[in-house]
């Protein structure tokens, strides 16, 4: 399990850590399959669903299970989000490593048999369009956390079934105000603060879109410690 642990960078760790035991996991995007395997190693589940888009990169995670002789624990399937896996219940998703809109479409793709799946997700920009895209399909956001790694800061959103009404400052600084006490949150406020603060005072008091990134910095600005 050490050596499993040592390939996982600081993003993929932090994610990992908020997958939990169920019997069927799907790896959306599985790409280099560090994932999977993380979730056969470790007994998280029996089964894991591994999908790409592309087939050069399912392949790679399809290398990687066979050597470390899982594959017959998974199931591969090349394919746009969860299409090509409407067969297949799934107790727990995981998308990471993509846009926030593609992370959306295929939310809202979900297939019937796994709609009420654990959603852990990484989207590496438009969060503000995930966190409502969650708000809309009736899921609870229950970890909306950052994580700084590699010199840039990443998302990992966890939301499960549940109604949730969101304000306008959880839909675009974090849905969960426990997770604006940790020190990556703090920092990434420090900079989101400066390039709002930035834009703000390089326009006219008459733009447009002068009074919505006023609110913007206030509502950041009301997340600090
Ligand atoms: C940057 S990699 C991320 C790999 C891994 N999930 C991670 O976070 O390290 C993104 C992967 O998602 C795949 N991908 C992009 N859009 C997809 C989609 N709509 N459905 C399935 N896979 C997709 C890409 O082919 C690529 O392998």
Known sequence: MNNLYKKLDIRLSALVRHLIPCDTTADVGCDHGLVSLYILKANLSKNVVCIDISPK???????????????????????????????IPINQIVIAGMGGINISNILNAM???????????????NITLVRKTLNSLNKTIIRDEIVFDKNKYYHIIVAQNGKQ???KQQIRCGAVTEDYRSADYQRWLELKVKK???IINAISKDNEKYPELNEYLNDLNKCKF
């Open 57 to 87: 990169c399912l392949q790679k995670t399809q290398n990687l299970l066979q050597k470390a002789k899982l594959q017959e624990n998974a199931t591969f399937i090349q394919g746009d989000g969860l299409a090509g896996a409407e067969d």
């Open 111 to 125: 297939p019937k048999l796994s709609q009420d799946a654990r959603l852990v997700l990484q989207p590496m920009n």
């Open 165 to 167: 009404k969101l304000t």
């Open 196 to 198: 709002v603060q930035a």
